[in-house]
């Protein structure tokens, strides 16, 4: 079993920066991907960033130049750096952890933007 915690969301004006943290309670090692996923009112819930155990990242075409995904081994704990964040962003934002076929997520965390 993995547990994740979020923390880091909030409220900003457009322009704004966030970022995002997730502690895994697992080695991050043991963790064969992890995620940042987003789930606005009504919608479903969409990838935002992806990074590998290699470091391998990938982003979502509408958060590319702006969202940056990030590991700290020593601290078992991914990040998502938002950077000129837009009211489109808006959402509760997930973390995803996939190990050993399993996914495993956060409770999420609200970023509301406001133009």
């Known amino acids: 079993q993995v547990q994740l915690v979020e923390s880091g969301g909030g409220s900003v004006q457009a322009g704004g920066s966030l970022r995002l943290s997730c502690a895994l309670s697992k080695t991050i090692f043991s963790i064969n991907a992890m995620g940042w996923y987003r789930q606005a009112p009504r919608k479903q819930r969409t990838v935002v960033a992806t990074?590998?155990?290699?470091?391998?990242?990938n982003y979502a075409d509408s958060v590319k130049s702006r969202f940056t995904i990030s590991r700290d081994n020593a601290k078992n704990t991914v990040y998502l750096q938002m950077n000129n964040l837009k009211p489109e962003d808006t959402a509760v934002y997930y973390c995803?952890?996939?190990?050993?076929?399993?996914?495993?997520w956060g409770q999420g965390t609200q970023v509301t933007v406001s133009s």
């Open positions: 995803n952890a996939y190990r050993f076929g399993t996914d495993y």
């Open positions: 990074i590998t155990s290699g470091g391998s990242t």
